[in-house]
């Protein structure tokens, strides 16, 4: 299936800001994040279709997922 | 002869020039801040404010300077809202940070000079308001955001989110909702930043769901223009809800990305 991967802040470093990627049926958020070489602790917000999911939600067909750091500095 | 008559006598087309304000709080032994509020209480400007006639209303300034606000966390963003409230011309600014200033807060932390260093932020703030802006009133409490200092931060009509540990903003976003106290909130890590308003919501726990684990925390490298830019919507902000004017940021966030030069809204639904 076609998931849209947008990612924020420091996680595009290396990587890319958004990407139209394959993923097998049953894919998770975090599989999408751990096969991003991106640390689950390092993960703050991640969201569906604009709506806040979990790590272990599961990604359907044309789902656009978007996935930001913690960002703590003041 | 009344306040308000001796500040009509010398102003000039509603300008009280800033020497002449030092002379008459002196020679009517008031305090800058209240004679500057009795200034535009009658319309007329004090020269340091001159320049947003076109952006407020006297009632407006006014209403700044009679304003009490918390900043919690005097480091980078906390250094960089310092100084612009004081600018501004927030009256009465609660400055909370138990920490002193080291060699390596220099890249980004307004109010780190050398002359600084080692002494308490909190201090440093005291001495810069008085060099800008001697109307505005601070209240330097060296210490962290604890129950000790929530009767202090209860006076605030905004607090201001300039903390560097998950733990304490959690901490700080509770008592912001139980008292009903809108919390700007601002956070920094090299080019990238995020801003967000929390009124009603759970903002400040739908950013940070987990907090990290000792082990996992890093000390995060910041430059000084995101320090800046963030910490400016942040003032931009608690301006808006000081004057209540509307902001779309209203229990809501942003992301701030400098490199790509971005600002995202995500409209986020919990």
Redesign the interface.
Known sequence: MQVTVKLFAFFREGRFKVEEREYPQATTVSDVVEGLGIDLDKVGITMINSRHCKFETLLQEGDNLAIFPVIGGG | MSLAARLREKSQDNILLFADALILAEQCNVDLLKLEQTALENNIWPERYQRHRDIFSPAQQHQLLVSIVAIV?C????GQVFEEFIRLGVGRIIAIDPDCFAAHNLNRQLLCTVEELGRFKVQAAVRRARSVNPAVQVTPLAQSFSVDIHNEVRQAQVVI??????AD?HELAEFCRSSRIPLVH?????????IGVQKKSNLIK?????I??QD?ITI?S?LSCTVAAVASLQVAETIKLLLHLDSPLRDNWK?V?L??CEI?A?????
């Not at chain 2, 480091?75 to 906390?78: F, P, Q, S």
């Not at chain 2, 601002?186 to 995020?194: D, T």
């Not at chain 2, 739908?206 to 987990?210: R, T």
């Open positions: 966390g480091g980078g963003l906390g989110d300039c903390l560097d540990s998950v903003r601002g956070a920094v890590e090299k080019w990238f930043g995020q739908n950013l940070y769901p987990q990290p684990p996992k995060p910041v992301s990305d490199l790509n995202e995500l409209d986020a639904q919990p």
